[in-house]
Structures are given as C-alpha cells and as structure tokens.
C-alpha cells in the first residue's frame, strides 16, 4: 500500500448549482478526483465554498451529494483527516461533518506547519481593503440571530429563498471576473501585507482563478480556483513542494 503521506487543497466546487444535472456531471468528477486522493493523502482541505448553498437545521439537511458524501465517509474511514472551511456560500456549516466525517470545522483562517513548511490557508472572502459592505453582511449572516432566525423558517422556504440569493451573488460576482495579472489580485495584496510572517505558502479559494504566484524568495500565493466551469483544479503537498494542478481554461 502507498503510504499516506500527501496534502490535497481544493475549494469553490459549488455543488447545486446551476442544475441538477450539471452537479451530477461535476459530483462524478469529483468521486473520481477522491478515489485518487484516498490512495496517498494523510490530509484533505476543502477550503470553502463546497457547497452553492448549505444549512442546517437541528434535523435536517439539504438533500442531495449523497456520492460525494459518502465518498469522503470513505476517505475519513480510511484514515484521512478532513478540514472543512466556511466560504461564502456554505457558511452555515454547523457540525454535521463533525459528526458524521469526523471534519474538523474552519470558521476563518488556520495557520499550520508540515514537513518545516509554514501554511496561512483561508477561503479568501471578507480579505479585501474596503468592501465594508460585504464584511457586514458576513457579519450579519454569521451571528447567532440571523442563524436562528432563518432556522425558524420552513426548509422549503428557507432553501428556497437562499438558492436565489446564492444564485444572484455568483452571477454578480462572475460578471467582474476576468484573467488578469496576478500581481494585481487584490488577495496578493492582501498576502503582501502580511510578509513579515515568513509564510511558506499562502493557500485561498474563493476568486476562481487557478494561480501560483512567487511573491518574494520564500513565499507562494496559491489560488486554488474551482470546479465549476472549467479548471476541475487542485494543489498538492508531498512534504517537499506545492503543485497547483488544473485545466487550462479554453
């Protein structure tokens, strides 16, 4: 048997959205990704956004994943540790994974050491200067009242209500991406203010563009991109070096 000595990264697969359909399509290629990951990983890190729209209500959750769920099931059965970050859309993870999958739950950032190598790893949302309205709303959504408020709502309304709303921020935010240096990434910047920490690695999801980007001599900003148009990407931790791997986009 290989022994389990690797580190998988992947964020933003956005599983329930836009269709039926199209989850499927991309919940197999995701099964498929695992059974690879399963062989050699001693760690997976699912940094946010795994899910278009996630809640949970004291005995009830959203249907559907059911081959993804219970691919990672495995994985955890197997002996993988499984670190499951809050994103933008899935931030109403509560502690079904930690019962079920044993997943130890991330609410913002996680500084780590592997192998000497120092990790900052964050889905990426609510880093930007400015954007005090977004980092407002995170705030709202995040608070014991909002949580319980929206828990006093029917699934099939509250589901309802927040796949629209999910749906609506996606499209806005896909409208004001495009590929651009990464030098000009407002999440590079955001690394480059933090420097003095002498990161070995800066890991986020959260802007959908697949990058490996050197900020000086000992640091690596690492985009991990997403799963859901078209760079299916991840990044890979063998104890010596990070590989970001993804498909180009056409």
């Given at each position: 048997m290989p022994e389990r000595n690797k580190i998988y990264f992947a964020s933003d697969f956005h599983l329930g959205t836009p269709s039926y359909t199209a989850t499927r399509e991309r919940e197999q290629r995701l099964i498929n990704w695992l059974d690879i990951v399963k062989v050699d990983a001693a760690e997976l890190f699912l940094v946010g956004d795994?899910?278009?729209?996630?809640?949970?209500?004291?005995?009830?959750v959203p249907k559907g994943y059911i081959r993804f769920l219970g691919k990672l099931a495995e994985l955890a059965d197997a002996g993988v540790k499984l670190w499951f970050f809050k994103g933008n859309h899935d931030m109403w993870v509560f502690d079904y994974f930690e019962q079920e999958l044993d997943a130890t739950i991330i609410d913002n950032e996680m500084i780590i050491e592997r192998h000497g190598k120092k990790f900052f790893i964050h889905h990426g949302d609510g880093l930007a200067a400015g954007d005090h309205s977004y980092k407002l709303l995170k705030k709202i959504f995040r608070s014991n009242l909002c949580q319980w408020l929206f828990a006093r709502i029917h699934p099939n309304l509250g589901v309802g209500i927040a796949n629209y709303w999910s749906r609506h921020s996606?499209?806005?935010?896909?409208?004001?991406?495009d590929p651009r240096p990464a030098e000009?990434?407002?999440?590079?910047?955001?690394?480059?203010?933090?420097?003095?920490?002498?990161?070995?690695?800066?890991?986020?999801?959260?802007?959908?563009?697949?990058?490996?980007?050197?900020?000086?001599?000992?640091t690596r900003y690492i985009n991990l991109g997403e799963w859901l148009m078209y760079d299916y990407s991840y990044a890979v931790f063998d104890g010596e070096d990070v590989v970001l791997h993804y498909k180009e986009r056409e």
């Open positions: 795994v899910f278009d729209f996630w809640f949970e209500y004291a005995t009830v996606r499209k806005s935010n896909m409208k004001k991406k000009s990434e407002w999440l590079v910047a955001y690394c480059r203010q933090h420097l003095d920490r002498e990161y070995d690695y800066m890991i986020f999801g959260h802007s959908h563009l697949p990058v490996d980007y050197r900020l000086n001599d000992k």
